[in-house]
DNA sequence: ATGTCCTCTCTTAGAGGA
């Protein structure tokens, strides 16, 4: 089975590469974030057409999460991360597909920082670590993946020391992302590849895709149960060099 | 500060977010 997530930059202006896409890698499973379009406005006959059947959170403007599979039923187990009633940001969608509970986030970027916006994102890593913690507790399959917002080590950006304040790589927000792992989670990515330079994010700005100046902030995190069954992963990061594509690039994990 | 791209609106230019 083959779970990609994408951050989409917008769902609707990104239909042509997501379509292409799809075709070309045909995953079973997808996760996508940042949807930018309200619950009615989701290219649901589109997606029809290329196979996937859907589930998805939107809101206007901003945020947003989907969950795509083909052939396969989505059973939908949640959506919003619980401990915060107020929050009204669609940032997580989660599923039971052909065995394996598939959260799919999209956690706050946290800018400008400090302040509110990185305060929130602290709450939101807060919500995820209760969460992650109930989820395994349950001793099924569980892939937690998408969005992170978070440049867990110094490997995984082109220029530590450009990023040190800034939310995606502030101490308090990398601690928190490793308490969460410590939980018992496996880093799909750094598993399969611990010693490659490995990026999922490549800003529009400067030219970052040519220079490969890039993040790893997109990132599939498994329960004890599944590491066994993992056997590829990868970026698709040619398709963050099409015409008109997102910022950044798909991210897939093959298991058995 | 800037660079770029997406979405929405007091809309075809500017604001906000990333």
Redesign the pocket.
């Known amino acids: 089975m083959r779970i990609a997530t994408y951050n989409v930059?917008?769902?609707?202006?990104?239909l042509p590469v997501l379509l292409r896409w799809l075709e070309e890698t045909k995953p079973d499973v997808v996760c996508l974030q940042?949807l930018?379009?309200?619950q009615e406005?989701f290219p649901e006959q589109a997606l029809l057409d290329a196979g996937y059947n859907a589930i998805w959170q939107g809101q206007?403007?901003?945020?947003g999460v989907a969950i795509l599979a083909r052939d396969m039923e989505i059973k939908e187990t949640r959506r919003g991360l619980p401990g915060e009633e107020e929050d009204e940001h669609s940032r997580y969608i989660e599923a039971f597909i052909n065995g394996v509970v598939i959260g799919c986030l999209y956690l706050?970027?946290?800018?400008p920082a400090p302040g509110p916006?990185l305060e929130y994102k602290l709450r939101w890593l807060s919500r995820l670590n209760a969460h992650a913690a109930e989820l395994l507790k349950f001793g099924l399959p569980v892939v937690l993946t998408g969005d992170y917002?978070v440049i867990p080590t110094d490997f995984d950006v082109y220029k530590p020391e450009r990023w040190v304040d800034d939310a995606l790589f502030r101490p308090e927000v990398r601690a928190a992302f490793h308490e969460i792992i410590a939980q018992g989670w496996t880093d799909a990515i750094r598993k399969l590849y611990p010693e490659e330079k490995i990026y999922t994010f490549w800003?529009?700005?400067?030219n970052a895709y040519g220079r490969d100046a890039g993040l790893r902030i997109d990132h599939f995190l498994l329960s004890p149960n599944l590491v066994d069954r993992l056997k590829q992963a990868g970026v698709d990061r040619h398709v963050r060099g099409w015409e008109?594509?997102?910022?950044h690039g798909p991210v897939w994990i093959e298991l058995t």
Do not use: L
């Open positions: 930059n917008g769902v609707n202006g990104r940042e930018k379009a309200p406005k206007k403007s901003w945020n706050p970027n946290g800018n916006k917002n800003d529009y700005f400067r008109k594509s997102s910022d």
